[in-house]
């Protein structure tokens, strides 16, 4: 009860520090939306113009991950920059308990952007969404979300040991972007790609969204999307304990 | 004399204090991995679209990633002097502002190309286009003119720095425009009118057709216009950036807004 407690204090105190911070919360939502622009102008212009509800919806969801990478992975050296990683290492709660609300919580962000997305969509481009199966879509992007934000969470302990982890986490964007499916279909890449895209949460969660939205099967994709989460968490709780125990040994959390 | 050394070794110790992304941990990572997932992102959305070919995407994100660089750090100049607390040391000196600032963006310039240049090689061979190697050089030419431009659009961006707090938000924004408005990804003619013809004065613009021109066989004499006009609107946002970095400079004292910005 006390973990949960804390999960969502945490959450709420963290979301409300990045809504005040126009480099996590406005950029979060404008900077998706040229990438969103860009692509709606192409498929508008191309030979089939069908794909375009496809990639609004890819679109939408491109801001939740785009919100957590960077910021993600540069969780630990902010707390490192302020002073503070030190104190919630040595707090009673396990560390897990007090990160992993905040790359939810940077998730939780782009849902501003995905709303604004769609939006953006609907009012300049005319792309009218109907959702098939509304329930599903409730269920799909909470399910998105906390996937999207436990693989931010095994990122910022990942690169924990990196002064610059910042940098690592924003080269991961394009990639997944890419690779996630979330403009294009999966079909289209090499078969060696196909695996590196179904370990990723996010390919699962738009599978899941766009399946809610325009018919198909996206309760598997939810439970995929949020086993995979539920994969993350575990391997970046054991990460973490390997990582917090050598920087006890070897003093070295300040990296300084 | 002093104002040469102002330029160039002022220029070169300012961009290498201030210029955060020069660690390897930082400069990989954002500056060569970067730009060629930006290509590949792109030349697979073309392909799903059916819209043009990979070349076209290659080409155009390849020049318009050397916006991270170019504004980023030009921006830099403004912002990372005040993070540092010394923007108040610096515009008391008695230097020259024109190598003061301008000196700074030699640096820039030639990062800037080398970043657009690695990106249009290492994706151009990835994604296997074909150029022609009659087009070599003057490709280097247009990228070399590509990257001056808009590192004249950063030194705009620099000077709103000196009223703007989130400078970095400001280089984002920017980074975005020119995604969407200089036929990087969307060829002109898709784009609205006024927003095609916007797009005619932004850097990369007349760049990137050049290079695209190039790459298909054409002579450096058939694109001189389009090269020309590409320097021409670097030149009008470098001369209009120093301007209003004066322009502030001096409101700056009257209104003591150099720190509360």
Known sequence: MRALRLLWVGWVMHMKMLTRSAFNFWLGIIYPLFFATAAFFMFQSGDDPKPLLYASLGAAVMGIWGATSTAAGAALARERWTGTLELLVTAPAHFALILLPVTIAMATIGIYSMISTLVWGRLVFGIELEVGDPLAFVLAVPATVVSIGALGFLLAVAFVRFRQAWALGNMLEYPVWLVSGFLVPLTLFPDWVRPISWALAPTWGIGAIRGAALGGAPYGDIALALSLGAGYTLAGILLLERALRTARVKASLSLS | ?261
């Open chain 2, 1 to 261: 004399m002093i104002g040469v050394r102002v330029f160039f070794v002022g220029g070169l110790i300012s961009y290498r204090a201030l210029f955060g992304w020069l660690s390897p941990w930082v400069f990989i990572p954002s500056l060569l991995v970067a730009p060629v997932f930006q290509i590949l992102l792109f030349v697979y959305i073309g392909r799903s679209a059916a819209l043009e070919s990979d070349e076209f995407y290659v080409i155009g994100n390849g020049l318009q990633y050397a916006s991270i660089p170019c504004v980023f750090a030009m921006t830099n100049i403004i912002a990372g002097e005040r993070f540092q607390q010394t923007l108040g040391s610096i515009l008391i000196t008695p230097a020259p502002r024109l190598p003061l600032f301008v000196g700074r963006a030699l640096p820039v310039v030639l990062n800037g190309f080398f970043v657009a240049a690695f990106g249009l090689v290492v994706g151009g061979l990835i994604v296997g286009i074909d150029v022609p190697a009659s087009a070599f050089a003057p490709l280097v030419l247009v990228t070399a003119v590509s990257a001056l431009s808009c590192t004249g659009l950063g030194l705009l961006s620099a000077g709103l720095g000196l009223i703007v707090r989130e400078t970095a938000v400001l280089s984002n924004v920017i980074f975005g425009i020119l995604l969407v408005c200089t036929g990087a990804n969307v060829p002109l003619d898709a784009l609205p009118g006024w927003l095609s013809t916007a797009a005619q004065g932004l850097p990369f613009t007349h760049g990137i057709e050049a290079a695209r021109l190039l790459a298909d066989g054409a002579r450096f004499g058939e694109v001189a216009r389009l090269v020309g006009a590409e320097a021409l609107v670097g030149a009008t946002y470098a001369v209009a950036g120093y301007l209003l970095i004066r322009v502030l400079e001096l409101y700056s004292r009257k209104h003591a807004t150099l720190e509360r910005a």
